[in-house]
């Protein structure tokens, strides 16, 4: 039996209408986000050592893993990790002003929230072709805002992924077309601050 195994959305395919829209979700999850678990099990087949690991150690020890399966493993388990914690970092009837601890430090950062969604949304749409906009937090224990081509990840640099915007076209393109000024705007009002204070605080 695989290791990796799609996880179920948090919420109803509809629940975060009008914003995400049913249709694009659907295909979201159940295709896109299904094919990189897939695609991650083969790769890890015949490596009894590495398919017990969870995903997340598997990307934060890429140089452990053979050269055969280490790009396979960096887009398809990068994949999984990546829209797993999209997923949990929504809900209905969430967005507004973050509180608590993080938003003590996106104001100690970026000076109040609304300047954090102007630069947010500015690396979001330099981001060229497909890939992810994060906001991580450091060693050090700062906040910042970055970018990731493809599926790459933070954890794989040592980081911890504390938000994250999907802007391949794929996650939007259904609702938005090439807007992606627009999805990036109406996926504030999904984001799920409660979760990005536990993540924040760990």
């Known amino acids: 039996m695989p290791k990796h195994a799609l996880p179920p959305l948090p919420y109803a395919t509809d629940a975060l209408e009008p914003f995400l829209d049913k249709a694009t979700l659907e295909i979201h999850h159940d295709k896109h986000h299904k094919a990189y678990v897939d695609h991650l099990n083969e790769a890890l ?21 053979p050269k055969s399966i280490r790009r396979k493993v960096i887009n398809n388990g990068g994949g999984h990790f990546n829209h797993t914690l999209f997923w949990n970092l929504m809900g209905p009837r969430k967005g507004g002003n973050p509180k608590g601890k993080i938003g003590d430090a996106l104001e100690k950062t970026f000076g109040d929230f609304d300047t954090f969604k102007a630069k947010w949304k500015e690396s979001a749409l330099d981001l060229f072709g497909s890939g ?9 224990g700062e906040i910042e805002i970055q970018n990731y081509a493809d599926q790459e990840c933070p954890v794989s640099k040592g980081l911890r992924p504390l938000l994250l915007l999907d802007v391949w076209e794929h996650a939007y393109y259904l609702k938005f077309q090439n807007r992606r000024p627009e999805w990036i705007d109406a996926w504030w009002n999904v984001v799920n601050w409660d979760v990005v204070n536990t993540l924040h605080s760990k």
């Open 45 to 65: 087949e015949g490596h009894p050592d590495l398919e017990g690991k969870s995903v997340e150690d598997l990307l934060k020890n890429l140089d452990a893993l």
């Open 132 to 140: 992810w906009t994060f906001l991580v937090k450091t060693q050090d």
